[in-house]
């Protein structure tokens, strides 16, 4: 193969994108020790218990099984009986890798409880939460770079990663949010760039081997929904609400009848919003497990090898669900801003 | 007795694996049809099968999400012993 005509960046990327689609060859292999090693006779491979270990929130990162494979993540609760605690979630796991209780505290099913039975104000720094902020770190990476690019090239050609991101900013504004709110679109430019990109940015972190579920967790995606919701409300005029408490050019006793409906309708737009990425983002990663856990399933080398292969295609439908499905919530909330900001017609 | 016959649990894992089929024959019809009609738009226009293509892909993307939602339910339905 000749090197020579390609540049050093363009080695490096390709170089990480090879390795990055033949790790989930190997990914099998790392899957593969819980099995070995820590499975007691009779005690059989669980492939639901292993997805959805993967699936929802921990206390912990967990790589591999071993001394450094897993990353204590720290503890921070809040009870009114015993006030504001941080400690690091080692602390809840013995030698051999057993829960166990600490100081009072308990962790069951990675909910921490009081041992006398209260509840405490759960606000560790939980896996989801670390994957949060590293795709807010990634994203203020890139997005400085950028503006600073902008800067740089005033009026002429863009450069670096400039050139990368600045055609989809200028993409999302001018198909995206300026046809679907027509005027006083400016307001929302903000909003809806930083959507699109934490939700792009959040679904291709959460394919990467070893990470969190991020986007994939109901309770960020309802917060997203909640934002949504809230800008969408807030900026509404006359218009809008007098479309959904008196609907104009229906007869009256019709009125009445569909205020009910049009005030579900309010809240469903922000439900669908929430369950629409969730299920996305979860259902595509449960596919993915599922396929890995065949291969545990049937203890066959040929079975491993073709799901290894079947996983490679579809993680790469999965990244296009990934971008699809940012672009999709955009879109919708778009949508849903414009028809509370229009004006009557 | 018929009462603990129906209360059987894996009467419900038999239900969530016919589910999930139901499902999928959902999702292809529904992206059978965006498809067929998008192959039938772009025999027709050859020079919008752009932007064609992109509606189909976020089409497919809405109705897909439908059917994976009854993927999940399911798969959480089977995992109950």
Known sequence: MIFKNLSINTLIVRSIVLILTFSTFFLNVSLAKPIDDNTEPGEAFNPGDMIMHHILDSHVWHFWDGHYGTIYLPVILYSNERGLEVFSSSNFFDDHHNIVEYNGYKLVDEHISLLEGGSVFDLSITKNVAALFMNAIAMLIVFIGVAQGFKKNKGKAPSGIQSVFEPIIIYIRDEVIKPNIGKGYEKFVPYLLSLFFFIWFGNIIGLLPGAANLTGNISVTLVLAAITFVITNYNGNATYWKHIFWTPGVPLPLRVLILPVELIGVITKPISLTIRLFVAISAGHIVILSLIAMAFIFHSWAVGIGSSVIIVFISLIEILVATIQAYVFTIFTAVYIGTATQEAH | ?81
């Open chain 2, 1 to 81: 007795m018929l009462l603990s016959i129906l209360l059987d649990v894996n009467l419900a894992i038999m239900g969530a694996g016919i589910g999930a089929g139901l499902v999928a024959i959902g999702a292809g019809i529904g992206i059978g049809k965006i498809g067929g009609s998008a192959m039938e738009a772009m025999a027709r226009q050859p020079e919008s099968a752009g932007k064609i293509q992109t509606a189909m892909l976020i089409i497919a993307a809405l109705v897909e999400v439908i059917a994976l939602f009854g993927i999940v339910l399911n798969f959480m339905i089977s995992l109950k012993t």
